[in-house]
Antibody, heavy 123, light 109 residues
Framework: QVQLVESGGGVVQPGRSLRLSCAASGFTFSNYGMHWVRQAPGKGLEWVAVISYDGSNKYYADSVKGRFTISRDNSKNTLYLQMNTLRGEDTAVYYC????????????????WGQGTTVTVSS | DIQMTQSPSSLSASVGDRVTITCQASQDISNYLNWYQQKPGKAPKFLIYDASNLETGVPSRFSGSGSGTHFTFTISSLQPEDIATYYCQHYDNLPPRFTFGPGTKVDIK
């Protein structure tokens, strides 16, 4: 079955960096776009970024553009989120998700989600 | 930017009741609208795509309708396992951007 397992979360000071990983299994990872979505404590869902099936196209929410970088290694079936210059408002559970369609550079939504990893930005 | 709103923000209903949630877009989004269910402490689950299409394996008591700016999500007969927060989401591909509504929390009365 499709499985996504995030890791790399933790407590980090403002201004520092953190890299999240998402290990995928149960499907042909290299065929699908992949997303990061976050949820601040007690708040709703916020889309963060999406990457195309081959890593050639990347798109970001305005709130993280220039600070976060999404990437993938299809040989390792792994998705990444490099988070730099972290702020308190980046505190959230971060979910990776598989896009619901395998269309080339066209995205429909988050068909399958991981369990999430928690990032806390605090001094 | 397109804004998504949902109403009500929360509701309480009895087992077996029909439950309806509305989602409104700030401008015409055609049918580029998905619905998700998030149970307490769990990751969201994809329920409905393109406003009215049920994802494989989702119980038929869930349904969606609408187009343009006004959308509806319905649970025809509320079950205890449906306790969750439900989110609508608009997707756009020019450029890719995904906007969630604020969510509707559903409880059992």
């Amino acid at each position: 079955q499709v499985q996504l397992v995030e890791s790399g979360g933790g407590v980090v000071q403002p201004g520092r960096s953190l890299r999240l990983s998402c290990a995928a299994s149960g499907f042909t990872f290299s065929n699908y776009g992949m997303h990061w979505v976050r949820q601040a404590p007690g708040k709703g869902l916020e889309w963060v970024a999406v990457i195309s099936y081959d890593g050639s196209n990347k798109y970001y929410a305005d709130s993280v553009k220039g600070r976060f970088t999404i990437s993938r290694d299809n040989s390792k079936n792994t998705l990444y989120l490099q988070m730099n210059t972290l702020r308190g408002e980046d505190t959230a559970v971060y979910y990776c998700a598989k896009d619901s369609s395998s269309s080339v550079d066209y995205y429909y939504g988050m068909g399958v989600w991981g369990q999430g990893t928690t990032v806390t930005v605090s001094s | 930017d397109i804004q998504m709103t949902q109403s009500p923000s929360s509701l309480s209903a009895s087992v077996g009741d029909r439950v309806t949630i509305t989602c409104q877009a700030s401008q015409d989004i055609s049918n580029y609208l998905n619905w998700y269910q998030q149970k307490p402490g769990k990751a969201p689950k994809f329920l409905i795509y393109d406003a009215s299409n049920l994802e494989t394996g989702v119980p038929s008591r869930f349904s969606g309708s609408g187009s343009g700016t006004h959308f509806t999500f319905t649970i025809s007969s509320l079950q205890p396992e449906d306790i969750a927060t439900y989110y609508c989401q608009h997707y756009d591909n020019l450029p890719p951007r995904f906007t969630f509504g604020p969510g509707t929390k559903v409880d059992i009365k």
